[in-house]
């Protein structure tokens, strides 16, 4: 009788006007479950075995924590964990930096800003592959643009290996990673200027503040939530950076420019070792929720001092 009554009331719920939002995102719930959660899960539970993809049977040899074991000695892990954290910190500053200093130049013109706002978008259209490919032959060391021109202003008289020597490759990475990302942030920012209300600026230049004591005071506190909020999107998608490094250098030389998504692409598809690569997938995800929480923290106490302010 009470699984009777229990079916009875989901019917009656069933039937109600007030099922119908369920029952029409039930639909997408499902394809989410199962395009997302499923792999995930299966992702999750494959770091815990042997699992190599040239025997399948390894999928149910569970190992408990022995890859994570193994992560914990393995030097080329942490090589690739360190110059990932280099590489996110460097390429998150630089594109906070020229992205802040373009949308000022931006906010300044008063004629045909539209057009530079959909100027400054191009970048970010593009595909981090064919972004790749652009620089790779940019940087190449014998028919590049960047040696050409050196050349030709007279600067060098050797052709320059950027994608060869590992400090020189690791910078033409970050270069074409800031190339195609500073728009990110110009944009959002460029959002925040323009809803930066004109009164407090007004009073700031009537007391007799400067240019630069008006930006320090007002201008750069208010659009601090906006910087947090660029930098936590972009850390996540830096954190997961592969299809540039791939193309422009793939690793090399010596797995010097190797960062976490490449080693993972390298030892699950190339070495068979899922279970590992898994792990290491784990590890980063760890490292993308560390860069969230700390650029959250910050956006809650900009916000906190904005509230306060006003």
Same mark, same amino acid.
């Given at each position: 009788?009470?699984?009777?009554?229990?079916?009875n009331r989901i019917g009656a719920?069933?039937?109600?006007?007030?099922?119908?939002?369920?029952?029409?995102?039930?639909?997408?719930?499902?394809?989410? &479950?199962?395009?997302?959660?499923?792999?995930?899960?299966?992702?999750?539970?494959?770091?815990?075995?042997?699992?190599?993809?040239?025997?399948?049977?390894?999928?149910?040899?569970?190992?408990?924590?022995?890859?994570?074991?193994?992560?914990?000695? /393995?030097?080329?892990?942490?090589?690739?964990?360190?110059?990932?954290?280099?590489?996110?910190?460097?390429?998150?500053?630089?594109?906070?930096?020229?992205?802040?200093?373009?949308?000022? &130049?931006? /906010?300044?013109?008063?004629?045909?800003?539209?057009?530079?706002?959909?100027?400054?978008?191009?970048?970010?259209?593009?595909?981090?592959?064919?972004?790749?490919?652009?620089?790779?032959?940019?940087? /190449?060391?014998?028919?590049?643009?960047?040696?050409?021109a050196l050349f030709d202003l007279?600067?060098?008289?050797?052709?320059?290996?950027?994608?060869?020597?590992?400090?020189?490759?690791?910078?033409?990475?970050?270069?074409?990673?800031?190339?195609?990302?500073?728009?990110?942030?110009?944009?959002?920012?460029?959002?925040?200027?323009?809803?930066?209300?004109?009164?407090?600026?007004?009073?700031?230049?009537?007391?007799?503040?400067?240019? &630069?004591?008006?930006?320090?005071?007002?201008?750069?506190?208010?659009?601090?939530?906006?910087?947090?909020?660029?930098?936590?999107?972009?850390?996540?998608?830096?954190?997961?950076?592969?299809?540039?490094?791939?193309?422009?250098?793939?690793?090399?030389?010596?797995?010097?420019?190797?960062?976490?998504?490449? &080693?993972?692409?390298?030892?699950?598809?190339?070495?068979?070792?899922?279970?590992?690569?898994?792990?290491?997938?784990?590890?980063?995800?760890?490292?993308?929720?560390?860069?969230?929480?700390?650029?959250?923290?910050?956006?809650?106490?900009?916000?906190?001092?904005?509230?306060?302010?006003?």
């Open positions: 009788m009470p699984h009777d009554k229990g079916r719920f069933m039937r109600s006007p007030a099922a119908t939002p369920y029952l029409l995102l039930l639909p997408a719930a499902l394809v989410i &479950l199962s395009v997302v959660l499923l792999p995930l899960l299966v992702s999750f539970w494959t770091s815990f075995t042997s699992y190599n993809l040239t025997r399948p049977a390894t999928l149910f040899n569970f190992i408990g924590l022995r890859n994570y074991q193994r992560l914990m000695g /393995n030097t080329d892990f942490w090589w690739a964990f360190g110059r990932t954290i280099i590489f996110i910190t460097i390429a998150l500053n630089l594109e906070m930096l020229l992205g802040l200093g373009l949308a000022l &130049l931006v /906010n300044k013109i008063t004629w045909g800003q539209r057009t530079l706002r959909t100027i400054m978008m191009f970048p970010m259209m593009f595909s981090p592959i064919l972004v790749g490919f652009q620089f790779k032959y940019v940087f /190449n060391d014998s028919i590049g643009l960047v040696n050409n007279g600067l060098i008289k050797q052709p320059i290996a950027w994608l060869v020597d590992g400090n020189l490759a690791n910078f033409s990475i970050i270069f074409a990673e800031i190339w195609m990302s500073t728009s990110i942030f110009a944009i959002l920012l460029l959002a925040g200027l323009m809803a930066l209300p004109k009164e407090p600026i007004e009073a700031a230049r009537v007391d007799g503040c400067n240019p &630069l004591q008006v930006f320090r005071h007002i201008t750069l506190p208010f659009l601090m939530p906006f910087v947090y909020i660029a930098m936590t999107i972009r850390s996540l998608d830096v954190a997961r950076a592969y299809d540039m490094v791939r193309i422009m250098t793939n690793g090399g030389p010596a797995g010097r420019t190797e960062l976490i998504w490449t &080693l993972m692409t390298r030892t699950g598809y190339q070495n068979s070792q899922m279970g590992m690569a898994n792990a290491m997938g784990y590890v980063s995800i760890i490292l993308s929720i560390v860069f969230t929480f700390y650029f959250y923290k910050k956006l809650v106490s900009a916000r906190t001092f904005m509230g306060g302010a006003q």
